[in-house]
């Protein structure tokens, strides 16, 4: 649905309740809870990893009814590039990740039964994250690499991580949606592999505390509560080829405006199915999909495609 003559963009409408509750609820932090397999991956030190990945979401926001929004939804299209590089601190293997987002989307819904709607494009707030495996990953390289594998079919994989975004994304204190947020947000994790030949069952504690946004839409401060994730992955190898089933919950991240309390606390549910397969022994690619629900009546129902390739040097 897109503006048609005489309806005005979501840029436009007149209350300032309706602006704040719309701003809360229908940014792109609706999709933000990721839900990656294999983030604990062993791999022999010195190695870096290049990879491009693209995801569709699409969904329906939903809102409070007092905020006389219907109808709401978005369609975003983000590009993903990553880089990963593995290295040893002592004897144990660590990570360093840089992401950086490029999207685009459009926001649509009814207000007072007249439809609104707004487009953005360009680079959302990049991710940088450093693991460090304490458990069952010891810094190898090459052949001793393989022969710790083959030796250790069954290990278990312990590590924590501090992932960091960067409020380096596309953000205009004039705009009702942004891809950026102007906030730094913190995300440590602390995540354990059980190995059992070709299969792994991974789990990840995280928690997402943000920084406060002084400069939020019309000279607003916002602030948010922590919100808590934990989620599961069943993944099984076969040969180049691999498959993970996994789900995610989120719980939190209420908001606070100018000291007044909103009635947005998420509690989401994520699952979905992600297989790959190796392209010779330095390239692989992979598809998959997830489904979010919001399982309050503030939040995103969502589908989400995602196809990604990848290169080992």
Request: aromatic letters at 10%.
């Amino acid at each position: 649905m897109t503006a048609g003559a005489g309806d005005r963009t979501l840029e436009e409408v007149p209350s300032r309740r309706v602006l704040v509750g719309l701003l809360l609820f229908a940014g792109t932090d609706a999709f933000a809870q990721d839900m990656q397999p294999r983030r604990w991956t062993h791999l022999p030190v010195d190695t870096n990893v290049a990879d491009v990945t693209y995801a569709y979401s699409t969904g329906e926001l939903h809102f409070d009814p007092a905020l006389r929004i219907e109808n709401a939804e978005v369609d975003l299209h983000t590009v993903l590039a990553t880089y990963n590089r593995y290295f040893g601190v002592g004897d144990m293997t660590a990570r360093a990740d840089l992401q950086i987002p490029i999207q685009s989307g459009r926001w649509t819904g009814l207000l007072d039964g007249v439809p609104r709607s707004v487009g953005r494009s360009g680079m959302g707030d990049p991710r940088v994250r450093l693991s460090l495996n304490f458990i069952g990953s010891p810094a190898l390289e090459g052949e001793q690499f393989q022969e710790y594998l083959r030796a250790h079919e069954t290990r278990t994989i312990a590590g924590a991580a501090l992932a960091v975004r960067l409020p380096l994304g596309q953000y205009s204190d004039d705009r009702l949606i942004n891809l950026g947020d102007n906030r730094f947000e913190f995300e440590p994790q602390l995540g354990v592999v059980h190995a059992v030949g070709p299969w792994s069952f991974e789990l990840t504690g995280s928690v997402f505390f943000y920084t406060p946004n002084d400069d939020f839409f019309d000279g607003s401060r916002l602030e948010k509560d922590p919100l808590y994730s934990l989620q599961g992955h069943v993944v099984r190898t076969f040969d180049a080829f691999w498959v993970s089933v996994g789900a995610s919950y989120g719980l939190g991240g209420r908001s606070e405006v100018d000291g007044v309390r909103k009635d947005d606390e998420r509690s989401n549910l994520l699952y979905g199915l992600l297989a790959g397969t190796s392209l010779g022994s330095r390239m692989g690619v992979r598809v998959g999909y997830i489904r979010q629900e919001a399982l309050r009546r503030a939040g995103a129902d969502s589908h989400n495609v995602v196809a990604g390739w990848s290169i080992r040097f």
